[in-house]
């Protein structure tokens, strides 16, 4: 069992940056880790994820302003926002999983395991 606890999140004006930190209790290099979010009154979404070669995938929404990597020395896995957006304003969770699933399968919530509590990220315009 792994715990997950996020950092970094803030307010700050659009086109600015921030990055967040998933500190775990075990180790990130055997999880498959991801990120997700969630806005008032939506459904958590995916923002990304990276496998244990650190291969990344981002949804369409933040590709190409959003980075997602690991430090498997700290356990901390990170995301890089940049050029942030006021419809990126939400609760940002990172997700833990201990199995591979299919590719389909990748951004659905109920496919991990392991949750932290969420930090609020706020973007004004």
């Known amino acids: 069992q792994v715990q997950l606890v996020e950092s970094g999140g803030g307010s700050v004006q659009a086109g600015g940056s921030l990055r967040l930190s998933c500190a775990a209790s075990g180790s990130v290099s055997m999880y498959y880790m991801a990120w997700f979010r969630q806005a008032p009154g939506k459904e958590r979404e995916a923002v990304g994820t990276?496998?244990?070669?650190?291969?990344?995938r981002y949804a369409d929404s933040v590709k190409g302003r959003f980075t997602i990597s690991k430090d498997d020395t700290k356990n901390t896995l990170y995301l890089q926002m940049n050029v942030l957006k006021p419809e990126d304003t939400a609760l940002y969770f990172c997700?833990?999983?201990?199995?591979?699933?299919?590719?389909?399968?990748?951004?659905?919530?109920?496919?991990?395991?392991?949750w932290g509590q969420g930090t609020q990220v706020t973007v004004s315009s």
């Open positions: 997700a833990a999983r201990k199995e591979a699933v299919d590719f389909g399968d990748l951004y659905n919530p109920d496919r991990y395991d392991y």
């Open positions: 990276i496998n244990r070669g650190r291969i990344t």
